[in-house]
């Protein structure tokens, strides 16, 4: 703080010329007589893109704002759309302020402020009673003769963050210091993902290695150690609709929002070299799964689109197989005994049953003329004999994947051009077969607890954004994806920009 006012004095005498800082400077403070700004990445809202730009030539006549835009879909739709910005008014901020987790903090500050009556209103509720007693409980408030008074110790309000509504923390240590010193702190509902034995975790340039994440006490434990990979965490996450407020069908898509329970659960992680991006090695990850309430909107296709995109190969790869898938394919149908390893029917005449890979092909990364992974893709033990009937459902209950993922990976980035919030507040499921349906289902749910009114906007501005999402893929000068569009090459499968921008143009009409 001392630092900050210094740079701000200085800022004022003219003693400091030029400053970089995150976007701390955006609001509330009077920084003087600043001719230019830059901005390094969309703000993420207009809102903030004014704040910022408007710090420059505060006093001054003329002054000079400029955006230097990323590759994220988001930045991109920006930089390629002008008029969407500077015709745009600014965003309204959204915040459920009924959703469980936030008004517990509410009416604690609250009542810290002035004792509750039994019975008392609070907003729009009629009373606050239950969160009360819960307080009780805790031993924050006490009750006598019908009134609440705070009794807990501290501040709650400085408890509260502003930004973001998550009540639970987990606080990392850094255990190669002497007495161990706490380096930062990361939300529950994120900490699997960030934080789990083995990760490396970066704090002021330096990295740290996770040696435990003691789950029930909120801590992990860090040792500082130079190494010259960073890790990435693979989770497996589920989602079910518990209860469906709305839904609304559009003809070849249905859209729907209500309350989810989405189950995470970290399965492994792995190594990847700085800078040349090459995977090193891998781990397991052995944490219990994390359960969290909120509220999702979903996207379903109709069976009719379905059918449609699978005809037309949107929904399904075309692969080269290798030089030995021939004589592979007819090894796994004789071992078979030509009969469909599901169903059990047996082949028909003039046509042959078809054989499908258990774990997908393209992940075994086979490329023609560099590599010859097919031979391990091609392996009998990963190959099956399916008839017609039965291999549609089994390439349904996958295919779908790469169109959808590309249309999961735009709608939660291009989110933030109909809602106040960073792509990051927004979690996505992508499922080939949704329990309910037996169709392709991509779900975007609030990833705070309880949710925080996004899905419920998302759901009345599905079709911009669906809009949104097919300009960008259609402009995106890219081959076969890119950061800026349906997600970067190598984490998705080869040609899945072609296959999201059918998906998506078939779902326009
Ligand atoms: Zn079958
Ligand atoms: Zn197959
Ligand atoms: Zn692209």
Known sequence: PSQRREIERGLREGTVRAVVATNALELGVDIGELTACVMVGYPGSVASTWQQAGRAGRRAGASLAILITSSSPLDQYIVTHPRYFFGRPVEEALLDPDNPAILADHVACAAFEL????????????????????????????????????????????????????????????????????????????????????????????????????????????????????????????????????????????????????TTRVTGYRQIRRYTHEVLGWGEVDLPEQRMETVGVWLDLSEDLVDRLQEERVLRSVVDYGPNWPAQRDAARARD??????????????????????????????IPGVNDLYRLANALDNLITLCPVCHRRAERARGARSALSGLAYLLRHLAPLQILCAPGDLGTAVEARAPETGLPRVTFYDRAPGGAGLSPRLFELFEPLLEAALDRVRTCPCADGCPGCVGPVGEQEAGTKERTRRLLEAMGG
């Open 337 to 366: 005994g030509y009969r469909c390893r599901y169903c059990g029917a047996p082949e028909r005449e003039g046509r042959q049953h078809d054989v499908h890979h258990i774990v997908p092909f393209h992940a075994f990364g086979y």
């Open 115 to 262: 004792p509750f009556e039994a019975g008392e209103g609070f907003g729009r509720l009629a009373d606050v009673d239950d969160l009360l007693d819960l307080l009780t409980e805790g031993g924050a408030v006490h009750r006598s003769n019908g009134r609440y008074t705070w009794v807990g110790e501290g501040y709650p309000a400085g408890a509260v963050g502003l930004r973001t509504s998550t009540p639970d923390a987990v606080v990392i240590q850094d255990v190669s210091t002497e007495p161990p010193q706490v380096i930062g702190q990361v939300d529950r509902p994120s900490a699997p993902m960030l934080v789990y034995p083995g990760a490396v975790y970066l704090h002021e340039g330096a990295s740290y290695l996770v040696e435990e994440l003691n789950w029930e006490a909120g801590i992990a434990r860090v040792r500082a150690e130079e190494v010259e990979f960073y890790t990435r965490a693979s989770a497996t996450t589920e989602v079910r609709v518990v209860e469906t407020v709305h839904r609304r069908a559009a003809g070849p898509w249905a859209t729907g929002w209500g309350a989810v329970e989405v």
